[in-house]
């Protein structure tokens, strides 16, 4: 066998291109989108026989779409007329009327059935939604039994750098998603891992589990993710604000406290949740008011569906003075100035305030977007377990 | 407070649709892909000013690209002629000659810097690739530290379904992706938890560990996943056949053992990789002959990069007499007759043969592809630590 190795080096050489699956398609050898130093950017598309192409954001705030120009060989292209402040952004592109994800950009996120790409721009909170040179916590994707849903379904844990190592128990905070959302929601959508990583590096977050569960109680785990198969998701889902999420939130809290070196009290205990995972976060935390002592609406729905009858709807005004007489530690209310549910929000805030229970108010420009969801993040966590 | 809940109910109910995040666009109100009773599929494309639709993938076997026609309402379809095997398919769209992801289908795989969507055909082996009704293993991504690469770096770890009850020790597969692949690939791509979960769901495995190594040596994670932040993936990366994956390969054997319940000697270890990963796969099992007892190599690459002068391709003989010596449990050597290592893995069998070193070669159909490294991986599983 002497020499065999080297003697087929060159041959072997010649070949490494190859070397990755035999490619259904070729891509594209140019790159888009281009983030410059000065933080505009630049998007390409190779098209020679389009007639127009334009890319839609959230960072046009509201101009609709903006047009490339098409220069040589069909590449069209379009920079921002001015730097975009640090934020991760979504778009795609517009192909003579048709919606086009990004053919150089690989990073895309779905939210519910809709996929667009992202990019981000660092400094400000851009870098709290990007990986840094800090310590990692670890992510994990498991399944635990709800015995009061008949059911193993699937969940989403982070557990902070350090956790592996050593014998510390840890607080543990609960983050939950909207309606059309999932176990992964927080975790794409939301940059959760980046966000906790980052803040816990900084100092300013206190290392914790966050753990984020599936609010849709008919359903044992995010679409593709269980036996039902890489089925279209859909937005609209029964079992979601009956009470079915209330009621079987226990199992939940006694799998993880089983699970994880936890602070299994209350003071250990955080639940936020955005749209209707604030639905959740608000009722959970009444229901239980023995169980947390942080509660987070992050541009909550405030009112069950219309017909739900669970008893966890009922006597509400008895139940939440019981939690504020409990006095938990924080009590968060979040919403944009545009959000559609600004006026329930407000509405329940007035009730707060005629009762004279105590809440932290914090308002945002903009309305019910996940740019907003991941700045109430930023903004809670590090008001957690001090 | 009184009423207050009941007395917002119809404004609320009112509003549901839109609790998700307002929408950067609306999604399109059909279903594609189809997969019809019979194995046959329909897909479909809304695009009324096109002038040609055609969907291209690896269902159609060679044929290039099928031509969508055009019905109402400017609605695509095409529905295979006969019935598909059961297994993984890729596919997109060619809208006037422009690739486009399925806009009605959120499951995509990334290959490198391609993306293309999925779909399974159930029955067989794509009962294998599905998640079903069985109990699940864990899956986390985390970080470890590599002193010989001098870098923390990120890793997948499989856990069986059982794992974290109970004080049982289990066996360690160590799964290695290829060239342009990263820590993601075999979960991804590879459907490794899907398979993990099946296998041993059916008795037909053995419940063991499955952990999947970035083996690009200057890499700390995947794409994304690190400070290099959401950049466009490469084909070549520099340290990926010079030796380092080999020689550093004792750091993530160590950081495994130290932190899982691992049966930590050489019959509880196996490791195998596809093309660049059963390179790695052949080197560093045969670098370090009292580790592995088991050995795959699929679709292989043999020979390190030309001018690479590791320690590692020194005296590859004498120590690949050594590690046979030592009498291997499996040595397996699997490859698809079209692949283009096929002659490079025929050329090492023949010298294995003359040597008298024992394997078991395995001969697909095809080449150099995702759909053979499943196979082999459903193939190779249940032969391990019997």
Redesign the interface.
């Known amino acids: ?2 020499n ?3 003697a ?6 010649a ?13 594209q050898d140019i ?1 888009s989108p281009e983030i410059h130093a000065d933080g505009t950017v630049t998007f390409r598309f190779l ?4 007639v127009k192409v334009e890319v ?3 960072f046009l705030s509201g101009e609709g779409a903006a047009a490339l120009k098409e220069g040589k060989d069909g590449l069209w292209e379009y920079t921002t007329p001015a730097p975009l402040a640090p934020e991760l952004y ?1 778009y ?1 592109f517009i ?7 990004d ?6 996120n ?7 790409n ?3 721009i ?1 400094g400000g909170r851009g870098d709290l939604y ?4 800090v ?2 916590g ?6 635990y039994d709800s015995p009061t849903l008949g059911m ?1 379904r ?1 969940i989403t844990v982070y557990t902070p750098p350090g956790y ?1 190592k050593g014998g510390q128990r840890y607080p543990v905070f609960y983050l939950l998603h ?4 999932d176990e992964e929601a927080w975790i794409t ?1 939301g940059r959760t891992v980046q966000i906790l990583d980052n803040l816990i590096a900084r100092g300013l977050a206190r290392p914790m589990i966050v753990v984020m569960t599936n609010g849709n109680a008919a359903q044992e ?1 995010a ?5 039902l ?2 089925y ?2 859909g ?2 889902l029964p079992k979601t604000m009956d009470g079915s999420m209330e009621s079987s939130f226990p199992d939940v809290i006694r799998f993880i406290d089983a ?1 994880y070196r936890t602070i299994a009290g209350k003071s250990g205990r955080a639940i936020a949740g955005l ?2 995972g604030g639905f959740h976060s608000l009722h959970i935390s009444k229901e239980y008011p023995d169980r947390f002592d942080y509660v987070g609406l992050f541009s909550a ?6 017909g739900a009858e669970s008893p966890a ?1 009922s006597n ?2 008895e139940k ?1 003075k019981a939690q504020f007489n409990k006095k938990p530690r924080l009590y968060w209310i979040a919403i944009g100035k545009t959000d ?2 600004y006026k ?1 929000n407000e ?2 805030r007035k ?1 707060l305030d ?2 004279g229970y105590p809440y932290t108010y914090y308002e945002s420009e903009e ?4 740019k907003n969801w991941r700045i109430y993040l930023t903004e809670f966590v590090p008001m957690l377990f001090k």
């Open positions: 066998m002497k065999f190795l080297l087929m080096a060159t041959a072997w050489l070949l490494a291109p190859a070397v990755a699956q035999q490619a259904l398609w070729g891509g790159v098209a020679p026989k389009a839609m954001g959230d979504s795609a192909v003579d009327g048709l919606k086009c994800i053919p150089n950009n690989v990073f895309i779905r939210d519910v059935a809709s996929l667009t992202i990019f981000i660092r990007s990986v840094n040179d310590p990692h670890s992510l994990t994707r498991r399944w193993t699937r592996e909207g309606m059309g959302g959508l785990a679409p593709g993710e269980s036996s198969g890489l279209k998701p937005m609209r699970s749209s209707m729905a405030i009112l069950p569906n219309e709807y509400t005004d939440l559609f549910l329930a509405d329940f009730k005629a009762a309305g019910h977007i996940w």
